[in-house]
């Protein structure tokens, strides 16, 4: 079952708009997980593989080594 992470910047979005703390700090999460989700897909689609641990650590070191990532 494919994901599409982009849809976590619609609840990123939704919890920007309350007005409380608690709401915003969740919506950065949320924000995060959609830009993380969303790269960690294109670079596996264009052949990346990750080993299973720090795979955050690994999506963010491929990103410095490329200079375009389109979908």
Do not use: C
């Given at each position: 079952?494919?994901?599409?992470?982009?849809?976590?910047?619609?609840?990123?979005?939704?919890?920007?708009?309350?007005?409380?703390?608690?709401?915003?700090?969740?919506?950065?999460?949320?924000?995060?997980?959609?830009?993380?989700g969303?790269?960690r897909?294109?670079?596996?689609?264009?052949?990346?593989?990750?080993?299973?641990?720090?795979?955050?650590?690994?999506?963010?070191?491929?990103?410095?080594?490329?200079?375009?990532l389109?979908?």
């Amino acid at each position: 079952m494919s994901f599409n992470w982009l849809f976590y910047l619609n609840v990123a979005n939704y919890l920007l708009s309350q007005r409380s703390e608690e709401y915003w700090r969740s919506a950065v999460s949320r924000a995060y997980y959609a830009v993380f989700g969303a790269v960690r897909g294109i670079l596996q689609s264009q052949g990346t593989q990750f080993k299973s641990d720090n795979i955050h650590r690994q999506v963010i070191n491929q990103m410095k080594r490329h200079k375009n990532l389109t979908a």
